[in-house]
């Protein structure tokens, strides 16, 4: 039962007027009665409110109550009227049943007929507000079925503008709201964008709202949807004279607001907000789906970009063997088109002998983790190209295998810089050779017959050939330091600087000498080559370093003392990492620094001027730098940098 119902009731017989509110009141709680004397007041008073029913007398001052309720009809068409007649007949009723009455009711005869007047008016009323019901909820699923289906139109918009206008279109041709509009955010003012030929009627061209400055911005802003029924009464309004009196602004998410207006008061009921909210819902959903499509595709072609500047090969693999994508770097590589990449599956870029090789990465990628493997490609002109790939498995949401991502990097001048140094270390293995077994055999033949020679005869003569014969020796050794101090240094691990230090430490013979190691590190190197570095260094040091010895610079001397102290320690500064060898002897004067790195340089009669040349030659293989400077005790330091930070 509905429970507060407002009845309007027109006549001038005031002993009517009074019987029937009495009645209506009884029979009712919630009715309320207001009255009016005329039709022109009667008209006046519906105007100004909502009532849920009229009822009226048929001899009214001036006019009918068939006449007034044309002029009801034309205001309310669904308003329940109920002709309460003190006096008339069959073709009143007939008149007032063809106008569209409610009911006709005589008033004549005692207390029946008020009684009758209370049970149809709350009748009325009751089935009137049912229809309505019924019909707003009939209207609304239909709408929102056709909603619905307007969606599909919805998602297969490209364009924002798209948007708007299937916005526009939908509110005017589904949910029958005439005037409205959208309009976009665009920094600080809201712009239109679509709107409908009535906007244009009431508005010309709907203006651009800046922030701050209308109801609009109000709700885009706070991210509300506000419903006016007479905005004429709403501070905050852009345009005071606008004809426009009702209002929904519904946001589009940071996207902009839907406007939605008409000329009459309180135009928009529950339903219909409720279905321009469905709308706005939709299209709020398409703009954002506009705006992840868009974020994707910058996203795509910066990605797409940035692999494209590699001149590496890039490729992502499906689980049938297809390419799934690739950089601008296949087709440059391999000759074929993008077209052809397409259809090809990844054995056609490879040569048969290499079939097993390629289909065993990928099936052990998929299987496990990251797999590198070295292979040829087979160009479109048969070239082949040795490459280097990289690759690791991919997985989906659910960690199922869709596919193998890799790299693959141009190997062509690492395999000829490895077959250069293959020659070049055929070379070296030649000469240590003939140094070695051409040059050691006439010596050993020398010294055993300068043997003989010494029990033949005694002569200071045969000394100095026994002398010569050491230097040569040691000049022997030393060119077969050098030439393998140029080898590559491929046995590459991670030792201790300090464990090194103290190995190569046990084969100094100078018992007054103090070795001092005041830092330690980590450092990947050619262990036997590093060995052979420090142990010049170190000798350099005590054998040059000693109190009143004679500096040779390259591992040598002719005078040895003791007592002097070697320190060995770690150079960790901002753009060098590395170590350093320095003792506390008489140095190296600087003129002579750069010059005691070059092969023969010997400032002693015995040294052969290799030591530092092969420290140095070493250094180089590493990719490091030794130099060679003052320590902080006055003698010599020798630098060793340019190792990865520890």
């Given at each position: ?494 030792v201790a600087l300090a464990d090194i230090v103290e190995e190569c430490w046990q084969s100094v013979e100078d018992e007054q000498a103090t070795l001092v190691v005041e830092d330690d590190r980590q450092i990947r190197a050619d262990t036997a080559k590093l060995r052979r570095l420090l142990s010049n260094l170190i000798r350099n040091s005590v054998e040059h370093g000693s109190a009143g010895a004679q500096m040779s610079a390259d591992g040598d001397a002719d005078q040895r003392g003791g007592g002097v102290t070697v320190r060995i320690g770690v150079i960790e500064e901002l753009d060098q990492h590395g170590f350093y ?66």
């Amino acid at each position: 039962m509905t429970d507060r119902i407002r009845v309007l009731h027109v006549d001038d017989d005031t002993a009517i007027v009074e019987a029937a509110t009495s009645a209506l009141e009884q029979a009712h709680c919630g009715i309320t009665v207001e009255t009016e004397t005329s039709v022109a007041d009667g008209l006046e008073r519906l105007d100004s409110g909502t009532f849920g029913c009229v009822v009226a007398g048929y001899e009214l001052p001036e006019q009918t109550g068939v006449e007034f309720l044309d002029a009801v009809r034309k205001r309310a068409p669904d308003l329940p009227f109920v002709l309460f007649a003190s006096e008339g007949s069959e073709a009143a009723a007939s008149d007032a049943i063809s106008a569209g009455v409610t009911e006709y009711i005589r008033a004549d005869g005692g207390a029946e007929p008020y009684a009758r007047l209370a049970h149809t008016v709350v009748d009325a009323v009751e089935r009137t507000a049912d229809d309505i019901e019924y019909t707003q909820s009939t209207r609304r699923e239909r709408a929102i079925e056709e909603l619905h289906s307007t969606a599909r139109a919805f998602m297969r918009a490209t364009t924002a503008d798209a948007v708007a206008q299937i916005t526009v279109d939908t509110a005017r041709t589904i949910l029958n709201m005439p005037a409205n509009g959208v309009h976009f955010a665009d920094g600080e003012r809201l712009y239109p964008v679509a709107w409908t030929e009535q906007v244009e009627e009431f508005l010309g061209t709907p203006p651009v709202f800046e922030a701050g400055e209308s109801l609009a911005w109000q709700a885009f802003e706070t991210g509300e949807a506000k419903v006016h029924d007479d905005i004429t009464s709403v501070p905050g309004r852009y345009n005071p004279e606008t004809d426009i009196r009702s209002e929904i602004i519904l946001p589009l998410g940071d996207h902009g607001v839907l406007l939605v207006g008409s000329c009459e008061t309180g135009a928009f009921d529950e339903t219909d907000v409720t279905l321009a909210q469905t709308l706005s819902v939709h299209a709020t959903a398409a703009l954002n789906r506009l705006d992840r499509d868009h974020q994707l595709r910058e996203e795509r072609e910066f990605i797409d970009q940035a692999l494209d500047t590699l001149d590496d090969l890039f490729y992502v693999v499906d689980t049938d063997g297809s390419l799934r994508r690739w950089n601008e770097r296949i087709p440059e590589v391999t000759g074929y088109s993008d077209d052809e990449i397409d259809g090809m599956s990844v054995s056609e870029f490879f040569p048969g002998d290499e079939h097993e090789t390629i289909a065993s990465a990928i099936h052990e990628t998929r299987s496990g983790g990251r797999v590198t493997v070295e292979a040829e490609v087979l160009t479109a002109d048969g070239e082949r190209i040795p490459y280097e790939f990289s690759g690791t498995r991919l997985t989906d949401t659910d960690g199922a295998v869709s596919g193998t991502v890799g790299i693959g990097r141009d190997i062509s001048q690492h395999r000829a810089y490895e077959q250069q140094l293959e020659r070049q270390n055929e070379r070296l293995n030649e000469f240590t050779s003939i140094v070695s077994h051409d040059l050691r055999n006439p010596l050993t033949i020398a010294e055993g017959n300068l043997e003989l020679a010494r029990e033949e005869c005694d002569s200071d003569a045969l000394d100095t050939v026994s002398r010569a014969h050491e230097r040569m020796r040691a000049l022997i050794d030393d060119l077969l330091s050098f030439a393998r101090a140029g080898e590559t240094a491929t046995d590459l691990e991670t030792v201790a600087l300090a464990d090194i230090v103290e190995e190569c430490w046990q084969s100094v013979e100078d018992e007054q000498a103090t070795l001092v190691v005041e830092d330690d590190r980590q450092i990947r190197a050619d262990t036997a080559k590093l060995r052979r570095l420090l142990s010049n260094l170190i000798r350099n040091s005590v054998e040059h370093g000693s109190a009143g010895a004679q500096m040779s610079a390259d591992g040598d001397a002719d005078q040895r003392g003791g007592g002097v102290t070697v320190r060995i320690g770690v150079i960790e500064e901002l753009d060098q990492h590395g170590f350093y060898v320095a003792d506390d002897g008489p140095g190296i004067p600087e003129d002579d620094r750069q010059q005691a790195f070059e092969a023969g340089y010997s400032t002693g009669e015995s040294g052969t001027g290799f030591g530092l040349k092969i420290v140095q030659r070493i250094a180089e293989v590493h990719g490091w730098t030794v130099t060679a400077t003052e320590s902080e005790a006055g003698g010599a330091r020798f630098e060793v940098t340019g190792l990865d930070p520890a």
